[in-house]
């Protein structure tokens, strides 16, 4: 019986991808026990940027394998990702736009963001990926950031009342689904168009054949 492909992540999004290319019935999900994050306050540069994103994607991959380990779970591979957004201030300064927080102004903040950061300008949407091959008695690692470029319409005032209706903006990474309906705002995508969603398939599937999944 083969061993399972461990997903460390809570994300329905996620699951889907990683369906694409491990069967179903061979992906065990095991989020991390605590969803507590490393901030990018004061991040502004762009490796400042992908070195926290490694270190949260590593983060949440060290304390699922702690987890397996207690409990003496086996497995063939283990994937950790975690998925933001990079745009470019009004002062010319990238800014971090994370999950909006939930409260009264989640709607207000993201409509914010919307004006400022996306109409009819270009983001990147990145993720951090560490994942590790079970091979023999040792763990082959490896860890990534992937870079989209998302390109909003100009008018995204038509659609906003509507849009933030549908409540899609919760717990959503720069508060917009590419597969939901935050697609309606975007003009273009360049680069993984999985890695918006939040896992770039193709990037994993060369990483894992890397290190020696079979």
Do not use: C, M
């Given at each position: 019986m083969s061993l399972p492909v461990v997903l460390a992540s809570r994300s329905p999004r996620?699951?889907?991808?990683?369906?694409?290319?491990?069967?179903?019935?061979?992906?065990?999900?095991?989020?991390?026990?605590?969803?507590?994050e490393e901030s990018f306050d004061g991040l502004t540069s762009p490796p400042a940027i992908m070195q926290q994103l490694l270190r949260i994607a590593r983060h949440k991959h060290d304390q699922t394998l702690e987890m397996l380990q207690t409990e003496g779970q086996q497995f063939a591979a283990l994937i950790a990702a975690d998925t933001t957004v990079v745009a470019n201030g009004p002062d010319g300064r990238l800014v971090?736009?994370?999950?909006?927080?939930?409260?009264?102004?989640?709607?207000?903040?993201?409509?914010?963001?919307?004006?400022?950061?996306?109409?009819?300008?270009?983001?990147?949407?990145?993720t951090g990926v560490c994942l590790s091959v079970f091979r023999g008695d040792q763990f082959a690692t490896k860890t990534f950031v992937v870079t989209s470029t998302v390109k909003f319409l100009a008018d995204v005032e038509t659609w906003m009342d509507w849009y933030l209706e549908t409540g899609e903006s919760a717990g959503k990474a720069g508060g917009y689904a590419l597969q939901g309906a935050g697609s309606l705002f975007v003009d273009q995508?360049?680069?993984?168009?999985?890695?918006?969603?939040?896992?770039?398939?193709?990037?994993?599937?060369?990483?894992?054949v890397e290190l020696g999944f079979n």
């Open positions: 996620r699951i889907e991808l990683l369906q694409l290319i491990i069967p179903p019935d061979r992906i065990l999900v095991r989020p991390p026990p605590s969803a507590e971090v736009l994370g999950q909006p927080p939930s409260g009264p102004d989640q709607s207000a903040l993201v409509r914010r963001w919307f004006r400022e950061y996306y109409a009819d300008r270009e983001h990147q949407v990145q995508v360049t680069g993984s168009l999985s890695n918006v969603v939040g896992l770039p398939i193709r990037e994993v599937k060369a990483a894992l």
